[in-house]
């Protein structure tokens, strides 16, 4: 078949090419931050950037501007990258946010008022499903009834976990619904709160909770849908930008994609697998290349190696000071942890391992030393939250570039905790921060969304400071371990990039890199730790594209 | 803030309006003939596709060609739609195919040869897995041993399915991974071929067969994505550019969708979710979008109503004619049926019901009409195989539009089973083609493959001849069932499109459809049944991009 290129064709793309990209966008009179490529802080003015929304120059005063199609005037005001949360569960995020929260309920009469409104804001969902109630707090003297909620919400059934975790606290339908009747009788370690008659009076205690908690639905499809649009609303509020989701399951993963397909994927979504079974159904063989203009990729797995500080569930290496028959409990044996590491490393995904007591770092650390004379090249094995690592075995963290990736607002909200469980002589090696840039190890900073709010700003606050929003400790909590504002500003943008293989992608306002940035109301690296938590996020924009703008 | 729209960007877009499209190609000088948008045959002779791969003109001989960036001359051969097979296992075609099969082997020499140099040409195999074998076939009067086996293939465990599937050939490796010894006892209902020893031998036959079967791994993803790409390959080579997929599960699409996006996707898949679990994990409320230009859907949900005829599982209104005892089973109630469907529907989510008997057929057809006051509106209802149709319902086919997704080489294979099973009083709605047509249902040809080869061109030979590939039976079997070369041709395209809500994006080569097209050796609408089987694909096109060539 002959094929012939018309003259067309070239005198068309010889006008282009003389022509002006298509619409070069330049956000002038800015007062801007970045991290930039040797790590150290840059100071620019303006940012320019093209159609597909990547960063093409970066100006200070004296650069002569470019002839773009849009110029925006900045105002002077402050811009940063968008904020990069290292460790965040984002389905979680969302389906917390859409839970009605009692916990701020003043009176049984109060918390009726809120969810009578909640059923009425939300008349599709199937079940009204919410938490945080304490008739201690409202003066009740007695448990609330399922009469009382009926008289707010009768046409579904209502279900409140107390503020405790311990009882919850149904409607009539609820309880009709589970099957449960006067005949039930108390499961062992549980217990029916009954009328006079005998009957289920609304509350179920410890294992009883179960009774009705089996018929709660699971999700739907588009209450997940609902959810991720609200953790999208609840990160983007906070300035951030970017997350690792840590511990993606195969719903949530396929929740990301609906949205990417749809066109609804505002945030960037670095997914570390919950389980080998998701990590080989969705990338298969490797990581997944970057989706929807770097917007979402699984490159990893979570792995878990013990439990958390406050349940005792750390693994130390000594017993627990305020326990001294425990010492936590490790959940995978060193063989399992070497071969689980293994069996990803083997098909080039990260491996993230959660370990928090020093027992449990000591062993990751002892697993990387072993796994990197046979997976050589960049691994950039990760240990998660890392809160308590013996001195001794801080070296191998920085011998093998380990990435520790840190929550700053857990050390300010676990303080009290960690010294009765640790006692006064082993919090040398607690909440390390300063000590892992020391040794050469490299930080990532992020919040445990939901656990902690996902707000990067207090997050730095606490960074540099060790101190909690009402100023305690005075002068901080070994204020040794802070990290400077640079240290702060990376571990929440350039180095959480890098945490997730994501430098040169975005994290940082340099050519080439997304044009994700937020344009804030003072300057990170000069307010002080009360006036950085005060931040006000005023424009959010991913990929050149404004996502939200404060009122 | 201030925002400026630069002299240059309109410049540069009164240029491009004025210029003519990049890359507009034209086919020209070819014998061209689709089903049109009235559902009549059209005969052009050239085609005109934008840089998107879709058709912007049909051109005759007389019309004014238009200037385009490329042009290629057809050199007056025959070019139709690409084939859609309304009805294959996408999965299962690349499976088979990367099976070692030793049906045609003539003895047991020929068969060594065979599996040793399959061995050495797929050395990443963690096992070699083959079927097809059969002693008596090579004359060897004794079954094959695992030493034989072991002489051309010890370093990896092989497998091999007898061609009756009721005995099993395993290699030393494979059994000694199972862990068989000679203390394994025989299982019941199965035997392990023994050595003078008492050690197994090599063989093990029926329920003994799953004593190493249970240790054979499962695919792994890059298993996954090589079958894949091999059921790519073969689809092609039948001419075959488009696919409704029945009962795609999790890592089914996961494997669609990392070909999707890393652009190896080349073939469009309609795809129905293998259960409810997979549809609300990934299409969630409703159906996908199109994805990956038309390349990929998922639209709805397979269900199971009966089993099939050879097996007697095909549910009959009558008992069966050559077991009077069996009327076969229906795998769900008349209540469970109308609530699968009608939780599909509440979704707009399409059902495509597998179907065989004629009771199974009846019931799909009484729960269409009930359902269908509720779920008004275009919801194409499919029943998936269609064989056996009383002709008193075939009324209620035509009233609710319903598609009858059907099989032509299903009834060439399976004609005599069919005597047997129906006898010669109830073959009246047996396949019955021209009848579904008549009363105003609509044809979706397919093949079901891997079960029959996905060769729409032996399919469109039987479907308007009743007769198989060797002439038999002369005349044809019930000829009045026979369909018109149009009608088969538009099973093979526009219908099978329209199946899968997919009319007007392919499936016809008119104005606004992508181009998906093929070049043959010959005209499906003149050549006899006997030619229409020798059809030579020489070029496959999909989305204006040469996918394929013959040499």
Redesign the interface.
Known sequence: ??????A??A??SA??LA??A??DTLVDNVDGVTIDAAGKVKRFNGLVFDEDGKITQVLTRSDKRP?????????GRVMIPGMIDAHVHVMDIGFAALTLDLSNTTSLEDALAKIKAFAEANPGRPWIIGRGWNQEKWGLGRFPTAAELDAVVSDRPVWLERADNHANWGNTLAITTAGVTAKTPDPEGGKIIRDAKGAPAGVFVDYAVQLVGKVVPPP???D??LAFAKAQEVLLGYGVTAVADMGTK??DW??Y??AG??GRLQIRIMSYANSFETL??????EP??W?YDDKLRMGGIKLYLDGALGSRGASLKAPYHDDPGAKGLPLLTPAQLRNLMSRAAMDNFQTAVHAIGDAANAEVLAAVEELSESYTGDRRWRIEHAQIIDPVDLGRLGKHGVIASMQPLHQTSDRLMAEARLGPDRLDGAYPWRSVVTVGGRLAFGSDAPVEPADPFAGMAAAISRVDASGQPFGGWFPEETVNREQALAGYTSDAAFAGFAEGRFGRLLPGERADFLLVDRDPLFASPEALRETKVLQVWIGGVKVREAE
Chains 1, 2 share one sequence.
């Open positions: 078949m002959l094929r012939t290129v018309s067309a064709l005198a068309v006008l282009a022509a002006p298509w619409a002839q773009v199609d849009y110029r925006l005037d900045g105002e739907r499809p588009e997940r849908d195969m719903p396929t929740t994609r609906r397909d749809a080989e159904t969705v990338a298969g063989p997944t290349v989706l």
